[in-house]
């Protein structure tokens, strides 16, 4: 079997995913990893599938034409395996605050210097009429390197987030 890295984005409507989840399966590829989201009316599909070799390349054929009729950019990348699965401690990393730049780079800088593998990163704003302004939520999967002390890592997190005004939830997943 072979893998193949799908991203594609435009303008929201609804059926989007129907219909791109439909060709997928038609021509007999099955997604084994994705994520689609409207961000502000552009919608955004990134999807791993996995097909046999001659459904691939009728893909990488038909693709282009379903995005360019769909109204969406695509990329395809072919998808290597990983050479070997990082080792470490699965974490959720999860804060929420007041809205305001930077929070996400420095956050993401304290776990850089720990050299803390982010695998995944969603963060949104939600209106909090209670509060005056935007609530920002940061949800992060980690790995976190096997010698490195949790208390340590938790603590300047916690100290980061506090002089952030940051509520943090830190916690194995």
Same mark, same amino acid.
């Given at each position: 079997?072979?893998?193949?890295?799908?991203?594609?984005?435009?303008?929201?409507?609804?059926?989007?995913?129907?219909?791109?989840?439909?060709?997928?399966?038609?021509?007999?590829?099955?997604?084994?990893?994705?994520?689609?989201?409207? %961000?502000?009316?552009?919608?955004?599909?990134?999807?791993?599938?996995?097909?046999?070799?001659?459904?691939?390349?009728?893909?990488?054929?038909?693709?282009?034409?379903?995005?360019?009729?769909?109204?969406?950019?695509?990329?395809?990348?072919?998808?290597?395996?990983?050479?070997?699965?990082?080792?470490?401690?699965?974490?959720?990393?999860?804060?929420?605050?007041?809205?305001?730049?930077?929070?996400?780079?420095?956050?993401?800088?304290?776990?850089?210097?720990?050299?803390?593998?982010?695998?995944?990163?969603?963060?949104?704003?939600?209106?909090?009429?209670?509060?005056?302004?935007? %609530?920002?939520?940061?949800?992060?999967? %980690?790995?976190?390197?096997?010698?490195?002390?949790?208390?340590?890592?938790?603590?300047?997190?916690?100290?980061?987030?506090?002089?952030?005004?940051?509520?943090?939830?830190?916690?194995?997943?």
């Amino acid at each position: 079997m072979n893998q193949l890295i799908i991203n594609a984005m435009g303008p929201d409507r609804p059926g989007i995913v129907g219909q791109f989840a439909g060709h997928l399966h038609t021509n007999g590829a099955n997604v084994i990893d994705s994520r689609m989201v409207n %961000l502000r009316g552009q919608f955004a599909i990134i999807a791993l599938i996995e097909a046999g070799e001659e459904a691939v390349a009728g893909l990488r054929h038909s693709l282009p034409a379903l995005a360019e009729e769909m109204g969406l950019s695509l990329t395809l990348i072919d998808a290597e395996a990983a050479p070997h699965p990082l080792r470490g401690i699965p974490f959720k990393l999860k804060t929420y605050s007041m809205d305001r730049p930077g929070i996400i780079f420095q956050v993401s800088d304290v776990l850089r210097a720990h050299a803390v593998n982010i695998e995944e990163l969603v963060a949104h704003q939600d209106s909090a009429p209670f509060m005056g302004t935007a %609530l920002f939520t940061m949800e992060r999967r %980690l790995t976190v390197p096997p010698n490195l002390p949790i208390r340590a890592l938790r603590s300047e997190i916690q100290s980061l987030c506090d002089s952030l005004n940051c509520d943090v939830d830190f916690e194995p997943a």
